[in-house]
T-cell receptor, first 108, second 113 residues
Framework: GIQVEQSPPDLILQEGANSTLRCNFS?????LQWFHQNPWGQLINLFY???GTKQNGRLSATTVATERYSLLYISSSQTTDSGVYFC??????????FGTGTQLKVEL | GAGVSQSPRYKVAKRGQDVALRCDPI?????LFWYQQALGQGPEFLTY????????KSGLPSDRFFAERPEGSVSTLKIQRTQQEDSAVYLC???????????FGSGTRLTVV
């Protein structure tokens, strides 16, 4: 099956800082989504982005499908951005394979 | 409804007990997925429905796990003769079609004692 690697595994930021999270995958995909899992366990869909670039407020994402990676940018981070960020990919079937996540902590 | 609703939120089961976990997807969403999330890990796929048809059950860990969606809306994940290794958060997600973003429910945390 598809392998999904995320980096860095852990990240600590001061409020207001910017960050880039990376997702590498091992095969071609037709589905790629970024999720934020908050400290209460709720998974929130951030982007559906199998290719191209999207922006939503302070967040943006870029997927370069031909090179098998995706990036999630967080600008002007806030404490509410804390949690785990997951990249999940699908290669043709209907299931998503999740990476191991990036644990983000934003401090005052 | 406005979101994906799962119940119960927490379930404690004695080893060997049967449990049933419910998922109420967003109205009109054709696709429904069940995932299992162990502590500290990403969710892992269990099964997928398109309307009432279960099109992929390749992730179900054993024949003790069974899922259904008889009318193409509400789904139930049943685990028979629960074992300690079944302890996890069970997440349900739905999407409008076969592509597009998923909306996850809050999950059911199952603890088998």
């Amino acid at each position: 099956g598809i392998q999904v690697e995320q980096s860095p595994p852990d990240l600590i930021l001061q409020e207001g800082a910017n960050s880039t999270l990376r997702c590498n995958f091992s095969d071609s995909v037709n589905n790629l989504q970024w999720f934020h899992q908050n400290p209460w366990g709720q998974l929130i869909n951030l982007f559906y982005i199998p290719s191209g670039t999207k922006q939503n407020g302070r967040l943006s994402a870029t997927t370069v499908a031909t090179e098998r990676y995706s990036l999630l940018y967080i600008s002007s981070s806030q404490t509410t951005d804390s949690g785990v960020y997951f990249c999940a990919v699908g290669g043709g079937g209907n299931k998503l394979t999740f990476g191991t996540g990036t644990q983000l902590k934003v401090e005052l | 409804g406005a979101g994906v609703s799962q119940s119960p939120r927490y379930k404690v089961a004695k080893r060997g007990q049967d449990v049933a976990l419910r998922c109420d997807p967003i109205s009109g969403h054709v696709s429904l997925f069940w995932y299992q999330q162990a502590l500290g890990q990403g969710p892992e796929f269990l099964t997928y429905f398109q309307n009432e048809a279960q099109l992929d059950k390749s992730g179900l860990p054993s024949d003790r796990f069974f899922a259904e969606r008889p009318e193409g809306s509400v789904s139930t994940l049943k685990i028979q003769r629960t074992q300690q290794e079944d302890s996890a958060v069970y997440l349900c997600a739905s999407s409008l079609g076969t592509g597009g973003g998923y909306t996850f429910g809050s999950g059911t945390r199952l603890t088998v004692v």
